[in-house]
């Protein structure tokens, strides 16, 4: 009986490999291949004793060569590895690596989604005699073993939603979350609250979350990982993959093929998108690697569990111990810890006080921060960026003497003036007759309600432009369209159902602003449009125009693609930031261009965000983001672009805590990781008429998830009906409509305030 | 009185609809190489985004515009020699033949055949108790109706109306509308047919779905 166990478990074993390494011919293989089927051959005729021996040979071939084939594995082979139904997942590590644990709101296929696992966990801690239950969130996608309810750990916009809620519950508690990313990418359906919009959310709380939190990326899909990832440690499996794409995606894109690429291609492109443990380890975006057997781990494999145990206690006491004060020997002895010392052995509390969750908070801020910064070009000169240093610290030094100082006294005086005058007039109200005659007679409050400046009354009285003939000023562009100098005629995408008639290029792209005067169908603009007729660019103020776009991954082709685009648009990257003044109010502006790339997000995008958002914060001033049209994080970065995502969250997360206003305006077609981040995050999103806003396109989620697409599902007036955006604007309105939002939205530290 | 034989007769001698496709307006013809007897499509997708088949292109002021079929069926007078040439607005290009479907003629049928009740404005409508109770005892066709019947109660915003019946008497042949779902004004709601023809509308029903042969 027990021969016959271990024979199918080396059965079991070479179909895993053969899963594994796929179509490829490999030697190894082939000889276990070939020496396991003898064995099945001869054993009828064998005795037991024989068997026995024959059979622990063949165990020692398989150990062996599993060996030798770790070193042969492709980033193809580990896209294999983590996808296989034999891979551990999330039960197993609750299982295994937990003391004990309860889910919450699931069980197996009865869950809001059965892809996403939320659990309390405990991990029980020896202080001599003492034990202690430390008490943890654990959260995760889960892919069960071939369980077609769990989605494949793709988990739809609720399931999010639901982690993020537990991820607040545990911050109420003050109890560490441990997120373990399962996932080939999140589900892109709309409906609410919205694969991206929801990312986004989970995002900007997650920034925010004040107790300690560990990821552990087994599957990093893009996105769907993003929602769950933002972490204080970040720890990777030695066979997962993190990846700003699927392979099969990124080879799809790559060929331009609407039809399923070549494996040779998707292989290609797994290769080059560094998605890999020692990749990501080696461009910064993960703290360690938690070694896994040879061919990845699966739920037999006791020993892995009792290592992750160990990390996961680790990277949590890491995290804790960076923060708050332990006793010198217990720092000293964590400092000194050996990789493969039990972490158990020193106690530490993982509750956090409040000046630690403040430092917890920046240092988390820190590293986000950090990373990527070398995966863009900067070709700003030694003293330009002296000058930008100095000129930072002037700013500082002025903010905090303007902003800080002064007008919080002047602040403190109008406030007591303001109150003093209303005490003289409620005085005068309250008094009667008397009083208010004998305080007309003195002067004080004697302004009639009704009168009205003199300089107003005249404004509002006077004929409009008298001496000017006609004043149609809101007809009359600064920028006109090069389109509009075609000699055709257009006919509008609606002419069919609203019955609009052809309009002249000329009248259309030029007057009209490609807004159809029939239904008001918004053709697209160029992005040049928006810079001069709305941001006023001509006396915009532009800077980190030297932060370019670069190949941080050498991704081959990429660089000649990058200067076509560079020389096409005349920009160093798809994002422009400026300062500029609407209606008299100074703003700073980032806008992502579409001609560059598709307006994809890249290392050099993020940090120029990034930059803005602290100049923005640094200046007091609104921060309005545009969005032209993005097509999404530019895949040829691979994990350069993706790590945009938590990066940029979190620079808008502490410029709108810091009191400021951040706008959104989507335009044309915005799509993926930037609308799953620091756009989606925006509590006043506003869309350009027209325009498309989503996570994935018709195309891709019909593919992911066989879903039919209706023709206006993305369409702004859709989103606006989810509540993912706040309101829809005509172009030919927008500075007027910013204007309106400056004067009424925004926290309580913008300058003009 | 309903002829049946004489309805039956008028369609199987032109079991087809012919659509004629004209320029919506002035421009150059350019076909694109369709031939007489092409089979071509209507639009289709599930939500008809997909157009239908490219018959032609007709270009004015440097703006090329597509003519797309508009139902299924096959070419027939295609004017070749308007190719190249300046056209005016509402000039015949080609002509669709569609052949009838099943459901399309038994529609043509109980369309001359049943009065229609249409829906005065879109609402929710509920059968009135009475008659519900009625369609559930003995089905639609125990229903006898006279004009100035309390029919239908009509649900809009919470607030309920009654709406009466107007029109011939006769009995419902066929209810076009789910109790519940919202119904847009001009939709019909029920075809009512004299008491004396349900036979005979029934077998000519009955005969449609034995006999019609499917073209497409």
């Not at chain 1, 099945?40 to 084939?69: D, H, N, T, W, Y």
């Not at chain 1, 502490?654 to 400021?660: F, H, S, V």
């Not at chain 1, 006043?684 to 023709?711: M, W």
């Amino acid at each position: 009986m027990d021969i016959d166990k271990r024979t199918q478990e080396l059965a079991s074993r070479l179909a895993y490999i053969t899963d594994i390494f796929g179509p490829r011919e490999n030697a190894s293989v082939a000889l276990l291949r070939h020496r396991l089927g003898e064995f099945l051959e001869q054993a009828p005729k064998l005795g037991m004793r024989e068997i026995s021996r024959q059979v622990a040979r063949l165990e020692e071939l398989f150990a062996l060569l599993e060996g030798k084939l770790e070193n042969e594995l492709t980033p193809m082979d580990r896209v294999r590895i983590v996808r296989h139904p034999q891979r551990i997942c999330l039960k197993d590590i609750l299982e295994n690596v937990y003391d004990n644990y309860t889910e919450i709101g699931g069980q197996d296929e009865w869950s809001i989604d059965p892809g996403i696992i939320i659990a309390r966990a405990t991990i029980a801690r020896t202080m001599g005699k003492k034990t202690v239950h430390q008490s943890v969130m654990v959260i995760g996608q889960e892919k069960g073993h071939g369980q077609e309810f769990r989605n494949g750990g793709s988990i739809k916009p609720w399931g999010n939603a639901n982690a993020l809620y537990y991820m607040r519950v545990a911050d109420t508690e003050n109890i560490p979350i441990h997120t373990y990313v399962f996932t080939p990418g999140a589900y892109p359906v709309e409906d609410y609250p919205g694969a991206a919009q929801q990312i986004a959310k989970n995002l900007y709380v997650m920034a925010g979350l004040r107790v300690p939190i560990v990821s552990i990326f087994s599957e990093g899909g893009s996105g769907g990982a993003e929602a769950i990832a933002l972490a204080d440690r970040r720890l990777m499996l030695s066979h997962g993959y993190y990846s700003v794409i699927s392979p099969e995606g990124a080879a799809a894109i790559e060929g331009g093929l609407k039809a399923k690429a070549s494996p040779e291609l998707i292989a290609q492109c797994a290769e080059r998108l560094c998605i890999t443990a020692e990749d990501n380890l080696r461009l910064g975006f993960i703290d360690r690697i938690v070694p896994e057997p040879p061919l990845g781990a699966r739920p037999e494999h006791y020993e892995f569990f009792r290592l992750l145990r160990r990390e996961v206690i680790r990277a949590t006491d890491e995290i804790v111990h960076s923060v708050e004060t332990l006793g010198p020997l217990r720092g000293m002895a964590i400092r000194r810890q050996g990789a493969d010392a039990d972490p158990q052995d020193i106690f530490v509390r993982w509750s956090l006080g409040q000046k630690a969750k403040r430092k917890l908070l920046q240092l988390r801020h820190d590293k986000f921060r950090a990373m990527s910064r070398s995966a863009c070009r900067d070709n700003r000169s030694m003293s330009v960026r002296a000058y930008n240093v100095l000129e930072s610290v002037l700013w500082v030094a002025h903010s905090a003497l303007r902003h800080d100082f002064v007008d919080r006294y002047k602040r403190n005086l109008s406030g007591l003036l303001e109150g003093l005058e209303a005490e003289v007039r409620a005085l005068r109200h309250g008094l009667g007759g008397t009083m208010s005659s004998l305080l007309g007679r003195t002067g004080v409050g004697g302004v009639r309600r009704m009168e009205m400046p003199p300089d107003a009354l005249e404004r509002l009285t006077r004929l409009s432009c008298p001496d000017e003939g006609t004043c149609r000023i809101e007809d009359v562009w600064v920028y006109v369209s090069p389109k509009s100098r075609e000699d055709r005629t257009q006919t509008c995408p609606n002419s069919a159902s609203h019955g609009c008639l052809d309009l002249w290029a000329r009248d259309l792209y030029g007057e009209f602003a490609g807004v159809c005067s029939h239904c008001g169908h918004h053709f697209p603009m160029e992005f040049q449009w928006y810079l001069y007729n709305v941001f006023d660019y001509g006396q915009a103020y532009e800077f980190n125009r030297e932060l370019e776009s670069d190949n941080p991954l050498h991704y081959e082709g990429f660089d000649l693609k990058l200067d076509e685009a560079k020389s096409k648009t005349g920009l160093g990257c798809s994002c422009i930031t400026f300062e500029t003044f609407i209606e008299g109010v100074r703003t700073v502006v980032a806008v992502l261009v579409s001609p560059f790339r598709g307006g994809t997000v890249g290392a050099a995008e993020g940090e120029k965000i990034i930059r803005a958002a602290e100049r923005a914060m640094l200046k007091r001033m609104p921060f309005i983001m545009y969005s032209h049209g993005t097509a999404g994080i530019r895949i040829q970065e691979g994990t350069c672009g993706v790590i945009q995502m938590p990066r940029v969250t979190m620079a808008v997360r502490q410029y709108i805590e810091a009191g400021g206003l951040y706008l959104v305006l989507y335009d044309t077609n915005s799509y993926a990781g930037p609308v799953a981040s620091f756009l989606g995050c925006s509590p006043y999103q506003f869309a350009v008429r027209s325009s498309n806003i989503g996570f994935a396109g018709p195309g891709v989620i019909r593919e992911t998830t066989g879903l039919d697409i209706p023709p206006q599902y993305h369409r702004a007036s859709s989103a606006l009906s989810r509540g993912h955006i706040q309101g829809i604007w005509d172009r030919r309105d927008i500075r007027k409509n910013l204007y309106q939002a400056l004067l009424t939205m925004g926290g309580k530290n913008l300058y003009y305030r | 009185m309903l002829n049946v034989k004489e309805m039956l007769e008028e369609i199987n001698a032109s079991p087809y609809e012919e659509i004629q496709i004209k320029t919506p307006h002035t421009g150059v013809v350019e076909f694109v190489g369709l031939k007489p007897d092409d089979r071509v499509v209507g639009p289709t997708g599930k939500w008809h985004e997909i157009p239908g088949t490219l018959l032609a292109n007709l270009t004015r002021e440097k703006n090329k515009k597509p003519i797309c079929a508009t139902l299924k069926g096959s070419v027939m007078d295609l004017r070749s020699e308007l190719e190249g040439q300046f056209v005016e607005a509402g000039e015949r290009l080609l002509t669709i033949r569609h052949f009838l479907s099943k459901e399309e003629v038994i529609g043509r049928i109980l369309k001359k055949a049943l009065n229609l009740f249409i829906a005065p404005e879109r609402a929710k409508y509920y059968f009135a108790p009475e008659i519900d109770a009625k369609i559930k005892a003995g089905g639609e066709q125990s229903v006898k109706l006279r004009d100035g019947m309390e029919m239908f109660i009509v649900s809009r915003m919470k607030r309920e109306t009654p709406l009466a019946y107007s029109g011939p008497d006769g009995i419902i042949y066929a209810v076009y509308f789910q109790q519940g779902d919202n119904v847009d004004g001009g939709q019909p709601l029920i075809g009512v047919c004299p008491e004396s023809q349900l036979s005979l509308i029934q077998d000519v029903v009955n005969r449609v779905q034995g006999e019609w042969e499917e073209r497409d």
